[in-house]
C-alpha cells in the first residue's frame, strides 16, 4: 500500500502530457502568426508570408519528427544541424530576440543550412540545402521575427494526431496560397481531381510513383496516404517513403512540398529541385523508369530554346511544356507502367508535332480511358479546358473510352467559392469497372472510338460526346456563349502551338 509520501513521488515521476492541439487552435495560431508577418514592412501579401512561415515551421517539425525522433531511437545518432543552428540554440531561446537576432538568423543561420552537405544521397543535410539555396528571411524586424518564431516553438508536433492536424491546416494555407496566386498559380490541381485520378490508378505497395510537376505536392500526398496504411514492417514503410518521388523546378512551390510531405509523415522527401524535362531527357536508363506517373504538367507556356533542343534528336522539335511532357512520360514509364495526367483541349486536338506525340501515345500505350472535365475546373485561374488521360505502357492502343463529367444541374460554371466536388466523380468511378475496367458500357457520358479511327482522324483526340444533340434551337444563350468561348480558345491555343513551331524552325 503505497504512503502519501511514496504516491506523491510516484506523481513527480509522471512527465508532464503535452499539449494537445485542436483544429481550432492550430487555426488560431497560425492566423496569430499572420497578423505578426502583416506588421513586418518587409512582407507584402500572402505570397511573402506563406514561404515565411513554411521555412520556420520546416525547421521546427523537422527539429521534432526527424532530429528527436532517430536520437530517441539511437544512442549515436548525429543530428544533421549542429548547435548554435538546431532548433533548441535559437528557436526555443525566447530571450534572443532584437536586432542580434535577426543578425544570427540572416548572416549565421541561413548561410549555414545552404552550406550543409553529404556524400550519403539519403542524408537529410542534402535536402536541407537544397531546400534553403533560395530562402531568405525578409522580416525586418527582429521583435516580429522572434514573436513569429515563438508561436512556431509554441505548436506541438508531439504526436501523429498533432502532425495530422498541422497537415490539414497546412492545405488550407496552400489552398489560400493558390487563390492569392492568381496567374502564378499553375501548380495547383484542385483536391477532387487529384483523388479521381490517384483513386482510378489503383496504387500498390512496391510502385514507384513520379509527380514530375509536383508543385506543392498533391498527387504525392494523395498517393502516400492511398497507400500508407498497407505497410507491415518499418522497412516496407521506408520503401514506400522513397517510392513517393517528385521533381520541381520553382523555389517556392519545392520548399512547400518538402514542408507538406513532412507534415505529412515522409522524414525525407524524395523530392528533386530539377528542371522536370531535362531531368528526364538525361536520365535515359531503365533504371530510372518507374511504375506510375501522377501529373499536372504546366500548359500553355512555352520552354527555354535551350530544353527544347534536347529533344532535337528524337524529332519533337517544340517549345510546347504539354507536349514535351507528355512525351517525357511516355519515356519514362517502365513495361507495365500506367499514367494518369492532366492535359488541356489544345493538346488534343493539336497536330504537327503534338500529333506525332499522339501517334507515339497510341502506337506505345494503351491509351484507355479519357475523362473530359467540365467547362472551368481550374476556375478562376484558367477557363481552359481540360481532360484526365490514363494510359498504360502495355502495348498499343485497342480503343479508348471517353467520359464525360456533366456540370451539376443547374450549374453553368465553377467559382472559388463553388469549386468542382468530389461526388461529381461518383458516376464515372462506377462506371469504371475497377482495375481490369470490365462492364463498361455506353451511356450518354460515355463512348469509345477504335484506335483505327483514331489514327485515320489524324491523331485529334478532342472528340465530342456522340450522345449529346446539338440543336441549336433548344441550346439558351448562355451556353452558345460558352460555345463560342471554347471554339475561339482553341483556335488561339492553335495559333500559339503554329507560332512556337515556326520559331522553332528558324
Excluded at 379 to 398: D, M, R, S, V, W
Aim: with cysteine; net charge negative.
Amino acid at each position: 500500500m503505497p504512503t502519501e509520501d511514496t504516491a506523491d513521488q510516484l506523481a513527480i515521476d509522471v512527465p508532464a502530457q503535452p499539449k494537445r492541439w485542436t483544429r481550432a487552435e492550430l487555426q488560431s495560431a497560425i492566423k496569430s502568426a499572420r497578423d505578426i508577418m502583416r506588421k513586418d514592412a518587409g512582407l507584402n501579401g500572402d505570397l511573402d508570408r506563406l514561404p515565411q512561415l513554411s521555412w520556420i515551421l520546416f525547421l521546427r517539425a523537422f527539429d521534432v519528427c526527424v532530429e528527436q525522433e532517430r536520437a530517441a531511437e539511437d544512442l549515436y545518432y548525429e543530428p544533421a544541424i549542429a548547435e548554435p543552428y538546431n532548433w533548441e540554440s535559437w528557436g526555443a531561446r525566447t530571450e534572443f530576440t532584437g536586432q542580434e537576432f535577426l543578425e544570427f538568423v540572416n548572416a549565421k543561420l541561413l548561410p549555414y543550412l545552404r552550406g550543409l552537405s553529404s556524400d550519403d544521397e539519403g542524408d537529410p543535410r542534402n535536402v536541407i540545402s537544397t531546400i534553403f539555396q533560395e530562402v531568405n528571411n525578409r522580416m525586418l524586424s527582429g521583435t516580429l521575427l522572434r514573436d513569429l518564431v515563438n508561436i512556431v516553438n509554441d505548436i506541438s508536433f508531439e504526436s501523429a494526431d498533432d502532425i495530422h492536424t498541422m497537415a490539414f491546416v497546412y492545405e488550407s494555407i496552400l489552398k489560400e496560397m493558390r487563390d492569392a496566386a492568381g496567374d502564378s498559380g499553375e501548380f495547383y490541381t484542385p483536391r477532387p481531381v487529384i483523388r479521381f485520378m490517384v483513386e482510378q490508378s489503383f496504387l500498390k505497395l512496391g510502385m514507384s510513383i513520379l509527380d514530375p510537376a509536383c508543385g506543392t505536392g498533391g498527387f504525392l500526398v494523395e498517393a502516400y496516404d492511398e497507400l500508407k496504411e498497407l505497410p507491415q514492417s518499418q522497412t516496407q514503410l521506408a520503401e514506400l517513403q522513397h517510392n513517393i518521388r517528385g521533381i520541381e523546378k520553382k523555389p517556392l512551390p519545392y520548399l512547400l512540398v518538402m514542408m507538406n510531405l513532412l507534415l505529412h509523415g515522409i522524414d525525407v522527401p524524395n523530392v528533386l529541385r530539377d528542371n522536370a524535362l531535362l531531368r528526364m531527357r538525361n536520365e535515359s536508363s531503365p533504371r530510372h523508369r518507374v511504375d506510375v506517373v501522377l501529373t499536372n504538367p504546366p500548359f500553355g507556356g512555352e520552354e527555354e530554346t535551350s530544353v527544347a533542343k534536347r529533344f532535337d534528336a528524337a524529332g519533337m522539335a517544340t517549345r510546347e511544356t504539354a507536349w514535351l511532357f507528355l512525351y517525357s512520360v511516355i519515356e519514362r514509364l517502365k513495361p507495365g507502367g500506367r499514367c494518369a495526367i492532366v492535359l488541356p483541349n489544345g493538346s488534343l486536338f493539336g497536330g504537327g508535332i503534338g500529333a506525332k506525340i499522339k501517334k507515339k501515345l497510341v502506337r506505345e500505350c494503351n491509351l484507355h480511358t479519357i475523362v473530359r472535365l467540365p467547362q472551368g475546373v481550374f476556375a478562376p485561374y484558367t477557363q481552359i479546358p481540360a481532360n484526365l488521360l490514363f494510359f498504360e505502357k502495355t502495348g498499343p492502343t485497342k480503343e479508348t473510352w471517353f467520359y464525360e463529367i456533366p456540370l451539376p444541374e443547374g450549374r453553368r460554371g465553377y467559382t472559388k467559392t463553388k469549386p468542382m466536388r468530389y461526388e461529381e466523380f461518383a458516376d464515372c468511378a462506377k462506371w469504371w469497372g475497377g482495375e481490369a475496367r470490365k462492364g463498361r458500357e455506353q451511356n450518354e457520358f460515355a463512348w469509345k472510338v477504335s484506335a483505327a479511327d483514331i489514327e485515320s482522324g489524324g491523331y485529334n483526340l478532342d472528340l465530342a460526346n456522340p450522345h449529346a444533340g446539338d440543336d441549336l434551337a433548344h441550346r439558351s444563350p448562355e451556353d452558345l456563349v460558352d460555345e463560342l468561348i471554347k471554339t475561339e480558345q482553341e483556335i488561339l491555343g492553335l495559333l500559339g502551338e503554329l507560332k512556337v513551331e515556326l520559331e522553332s524552325e528558324r
